[in-house]
């Protein structure tokens, strides 16, 4: 199980990382997890020329940077595909109303494209089922011991809410995608014994620093470095891929994002960059 990591980036626009998107390549199948600015770039340098090749999408919660892309899925995967293509979506409860809102919102694009090409003869079909805690999806019956099986379980990042994080069992391995989220229980569940363990990440000592006031309120709601090595730790996960580091580091500081979790896990710490490919 390959996990490539699309985008690393945050709201904080970074000429080097795009939106948070993480790729998940097993069995065949192609998942994908969020879908910030610049994800079918990324998808495209990944290899993966059209989001109809997909099996499935899968978001974490609907904060925009999280989903900055989610039209440019729906819309490519639609019109750059084989006639018939749809889209799978899993997604916290509020998925469904925010998929007929960018719909709606792309109801002209729509409609010029069906008037242009006669095979494209309705609109874009998108699956939605909203998850909480569970499977959220899995590639092949309950008996069938080769399935790819994608769990999840509720986070905190609050006052977003609800948000999950999914856990991706197969091929004998397994990887955790956790989003934006502080510690918690569900968060420990996911994580547990997992191969690699992928989370967004903060520098509180460096945030307190930044002359804006409100980025600072970004601390209490997303796991810092020290945060999520401990839950790596306490899991006894493999390798722990830091993502969506804020601030973003400038060239020649990521080591010190490494060394600080290597303070709490003794396991193989990555910081994340853009198309980074981690082997399960």
Do not use: K
Not at 219 to 229: F, G, L, M, N, R
Request: aromatic share 4%; with cysteine.
């Amino acid at each position: 199980m390959d996990v490539i990591t699309l985008g690393t980036g945050s709201p904080m626009p970074s000429p080097d990382r795009a939106g948070p998107s993480t790729l998940v390549r097993t069995g065949g199948a192609h998942l994908l997890f969020d879908c910030g600015r610049g994800a079918l770039m990324r998808l495209a340098a990944a290899g993966l020329p059209t989001p109809a090749l997909l099996a499935h999408v899968f978001l974490t919660h609907l904060h925009s940077d999280h989903v900055t892309d989610f039209n440019d899925v729906v819309t490519t995967s639609w019109a750059v595909g084989p006639p018939g293509s749809e889209l799978r979506v899993a997604g916290p409860v509020g998925t469904a109303t925010f998929t007929d809102r960018t719909m709606a919102a792309l109801e002209d694009d729509i409609g010029y494209r069906m008037a242009h090409h006669d095979d494209l003869t309705g609109p874009p079909v998108v699956h939605v089922t909203e998850v909480e805690n569970g499977i959220a999806w899995r590639s092949g019956p309950d008996d069938d011991p080769a399935a790819i099986v994608v769990t999840c379980a509720p986070t905190d990042h609050r006052p977003v809410h609800p948000t999950v994080g999914y856990r991706i069992d197969a091929e004998g391995t397994s990887v955790v995608i956790a989003g934006d989220t502080v510690p918690c229980d569900g968060l420990d569940r996911l994580c547990e014994g997992a191969s690699v363990y992928v989370q967004t990440v903060i520098r509180p000592d460096l945030i307190a620093q930044l002359p804006f006031p409100r980025i600072h309120d970004v601390i209490d709601y997303h796991s810092s470095v020290e945060d999520a090595a401990r839950t790596a730790t306490n899991a006894g996960v493999g390798t722990l891929v830091l993502t969506h580091p804020v601030p973003p580091p400038p060239a020649g500081t990521e080591h010190e994002w490494v060394e600080l979790a290597r303070r709490h896990f003794d396991g193989e710490v990555l910081l994340a960059h853009d198309l980074l490919t981690v082997t399960a």
